[in-house]
C-alpha cells in the first residue's frame, strides 16, 4: 500500500522527474528534506560525513517506497570532495535541478572564549561549504538554464545569541549569500533561497532543550517547538515550480519567535 502510494505521488509529485542534491542529509533536517523531495517525485543524492550508515538507511528507505537515491561521503568544506560529489550525482542520477545547502554545525562559546578554531570549523562547514557547494552546481545549473537552490540559513542569523557568534555569523552571511545570489543568477533563472528555522527538534537542539524548553516555549507564540518536516514542506515548494516567480527570499519557519507579544 505505501509503495503504491508513494507510485502515484512520484508521478504526480510537485518534483516529478527533479534530481536533488541534499547536503547533510543523514540526519534532521536534511534527512527530512531528502525524504519529502522524494515523496514529491525527486530523485535524491543524500549527502552525509560520518553518518554513513544513516544515509544508506535513507536511500533503501527511499528505494523501498520505490524511488530512487544514492549517497555520497563528502565534507562540504573540503572544494574537492564537493566537486568530487556533484560529478558523482550527474553520472548516477543525470542531473542536477535543485540544490539544499543544509550541512551545518554549531559550536557555541562565550566570545571571550571562543578560540580560533572554534570560529573557524563553524564558519567553513556553514558558510564556505554553503559557497562551495553553491559554486560547484552552478556551471550545472547555468548549462541547463534552470535550478532551485535553497540554503538553510537561521533565525540566529538575525537575531544572534549568547555563545552563538561564530554560528550567527555563519547564517548572516549565508542570508547575504543568499541574495546576491539570487540577484546574479536570476538571468539564468537559477532562483536562490534561504530557510531561516527557529527551533526544530533534532541532534542540534537536544542540548539546549533539556537546558531551556521552558524559556524557549515562552518565546514561541505557537508554543511548540518545530519538527524538520515543518522545513522540508517549505522546501519542496521553493524547490517546485510553485515558487517559479520567488527568489532572493529568506523564509521563517519558526511558530512566530520573535514576534511581539
Ligand atoms: P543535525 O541534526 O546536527 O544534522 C546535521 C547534519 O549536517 C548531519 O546530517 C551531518 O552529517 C551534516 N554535516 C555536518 N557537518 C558536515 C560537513 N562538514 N559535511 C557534510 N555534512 C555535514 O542538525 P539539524 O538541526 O538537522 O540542522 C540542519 C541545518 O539546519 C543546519 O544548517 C543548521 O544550522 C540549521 N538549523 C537548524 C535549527 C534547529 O533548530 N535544529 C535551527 C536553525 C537552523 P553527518 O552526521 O553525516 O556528519
Not at 544513516?54 to 574537492?80: H, M, R, Y
Not at 538575525?158 to 554560528?167: K, S
Request: aromatic share 4%.
Amino acid at each position: 500500500m505505501a509503495a503504491y502510494h508513494f507510485w502515484l505521488v512520484s508521478i504526480m509529485g510537485i518534483l516529478k522527474d527533479q534530481v536533488a542534491l541534499v547536503t547533510g542529509a543523514s540526519r534532521g533536517i536534511g534527512r527530512a528534506i531528502a525524504l519529502e523531495f522524494a515523496r514529491e517525485g525527486a530523485s535524491v543524492l543524500v549527502n552525509y560525513n560520518n553518518s554513513k550508515e544513516l544515509a544508506e538507511s535513507l536511500v533503501q528507505e527511499i528505494e523501498d517506497l520505490g524511488g530512487k537515491a544514492a549517497c555520497f561521503q563528502a565534507d562540504v568544506a573540503q572544494e574537492e570532495q564537493v566537486d568530487e560529489m556533484v560529478a558523482f550525482t550527474i553520472s548516477e542520477l543525470g542531473k542536477i535541478d535543485i540544490l539544499v545547502c543544509n550541512a551545518g554545525v554549531v559550536k557555541d562559546q562565550l566570545m571571550g572564549f571562543m578560540n580560533l578554531d572554534e570560529w573557524e570549523q563553524v564558519v567553513k562547514t556553514n558558510l564556505t561549504g554553503t559557497f562551495v557547494t553553491m559554486k560547484a552546481c552552478l556551471r550545472h545549473m547555468m548549462r541547463n538554464k534552470k535550478g532551485s537552490i535553497i540554503n538553510i540559513s537561521s533565525i540566529a542569523a538575525t537575531r544572534g545569541g549568547r555563545g552563538h557568534a561564530n554560528y550567527a555569523a555563519s547564517k548572516g552571511g549565508i542570508n547575504s549569500l543568499t541574495i546576491s545570489a539570487a540577484i546574479e543568477l536570476a538571468p539564468k533563472r537559477i532562483r536562490v533561497n534561504a530557510i531561516a528555522p527557529g527551533v526544530i527538534d533534532t541532534d542540534m537542539t537536544e542540548r539546549v532543550q533539556n537546558l531551556a524548553k521552558e524559556e524557549i516555549l515562552q518565546n514561541i507564540p505557537l508554543k511548540q517547538i518545530g519538527v524538520p518536516q515543518d522545513v522540508a514542506n517549505l522546501a519542496a515548494f521553493l524547490a517546485s515550480e510553485k515558487a517559479s516567480y520567488i527568489t532572493g527570499e529568506i523564509i521563517n519557519v519558526n511558530g512566530g519567535m520573535g514576534l511581539g507579544s
